[in-house]
């Protein structure tokens, strides 16, 4: 262990705002791609599902346009 | 080798094999993050000249080394997919072209928090830190044209035309220190001899890069199976799985 205490730690050797500004935005920017990319399939299916659910809506009504005229 | 190859060209058994992948990269890439970072943080010995500022290093070095990295495999999916007309391809450079952008941000924006209290400036307009910016906006160049077509084969040989014309800024980037009078630093690690940085500091350094690596490779795996399902919504085994993902 290179720190003697937790706010030795957190000082950093006086660099404490250089070093945790950069692994925090780091985080943010890693933790925020991550889940974008986890939430696409989601968004992806419900997309192809409604597309699905259009098209069976447009066939019955056109099987029963038919069976109308 | 096409042959053995080709079935994974597939797109349903693309999906399934990155569906596999995927918890083994997530969980080793958690592993080698939390190990190097936690190692760099606390254990590695403080720098004689520049103190406890350069454990910047643990996420600056893998960030930038993986920008380009990332860049190669992406130009390299590519070039399979407009050589070859792999559309799986296609899709693998989609699903990293904003890994690498993003990726490439952290290495800039680290390297400007590090060169504040180093060099006494965020910024300077020499050739390393100029043509890592180039690579960014190539990232975000790939991205907007791919996102640009509604045809998506189109989208993707424009999309792959600019990624392979960008390939030159990779040699540019990578040997600009030695090329160009450069405030940054030329690389510590060396391949063929030995590194000129204490092994203390250097292993967490390695593992960090390694783990960027597995992460970057399991985010593409992610964004790889969405972009499958998207290009493939008539098939009727993503139908079955919207259907199943619309009755929850």
Redesign the interface.
Known sequence: ???DSISA?FN????AF??W???G??AL??G???IS??G??????????K???REQRLKQIRTSEIKGG | MWKWLHPYADPERAYKLSGTLLPWFATSALLFIATGTSWGLLFAPMDYQQGDSFRIIYIHVPAASMSMAIYMAMASASFVGLVWQIKSADWAAASMAPIGAVVTFIALFTGATWGKPMWGTWWVWDARLTSELILLFLYLGVISLYASFEDKVLAARAAGILALVGVINIPIIKYSVEWWSSLHQPSTIRITEESTMSSDMLYPLLINIAGFGLMAGAITLVRFRAEILSRNGMRPWVRALAEAEGAK
């Open positions: 262990m290179q720190f730690f950093m050797g006086g660099y250089y070093v500004l950069s692994y935005v780091t920017s890693l925020g791609l991550i990319s986890l696409r399939k989601r968004k992806v299916l419900t997309e192809i599902a597309q699905a659910g």
